[in-house]
């Protein structure tokens, strides 16, 4: 069975640092693109970040760029995302996806195993 885990959220304050870490168990991402999602309540789930199959090219919104960064570990079957200078704006459940294909994409519609999300909550 093709299963995704998302670990390492929490309570962290402004400023503050997480990195979210997504297992796969049942089949190996060396030829899956994965993409972190989020979704805060009353809001649309949102593309964060996403990275290629090879681990060669990389995707941010925009409100990412500079704060979050993806990475990939094929030999651990894992996909991280290093999360800094959080803000309360990015308390939200985290998910991650994945899809098999070369290139990423940030469009939720593209994805076809999804984990079962993280809570990361960004106070003081």
């Known amino acids: 069975q093709l299963q995704l885990v998302e670990s390492g959220g929490g309570l962290v304050q402004p400023g503050g640092s997480l990195r979210l870490s997504c297992a796969a168990s049942?089949?190996?991402?060396?030829?899956?693109?994965i993409g972190w999602f989020r979704q805060a309540p009353g809001k649309e789930r949102e593309g964060v970040s996403c990275?290629?199959?090879?681990?060669?090219?990389?995707n941010y919104a925009d409100s990412m760029k500079g704060r979050f960064t993806i990475s990939r570990d094929n030999a651990k079957n894992t996909v991280y995302l290093q999360m800094n200078s959080l803000k309360p704006e990015d308390t939200a459940i985290y998910y991650c996806?994945?899809?098999?294909?070369?290139?990423?994409?940030?469009?939720?519609?593209?994805?076809?195993?999804w984990g079962q999300g993280t809570q990361v909550t960004v106070s003081s």
């Open positions: 049942g089949f190996t991402l060396d030829y899956y693109t």
């Open positions: 996806a994945a899809r098999r294909a070369y290139y990423c994409s940030r469009s939720r519609y593209e994805y076809d195993y």
């Open positions: 990275i290629s199959f090879s681990g060669g090219s990389t």
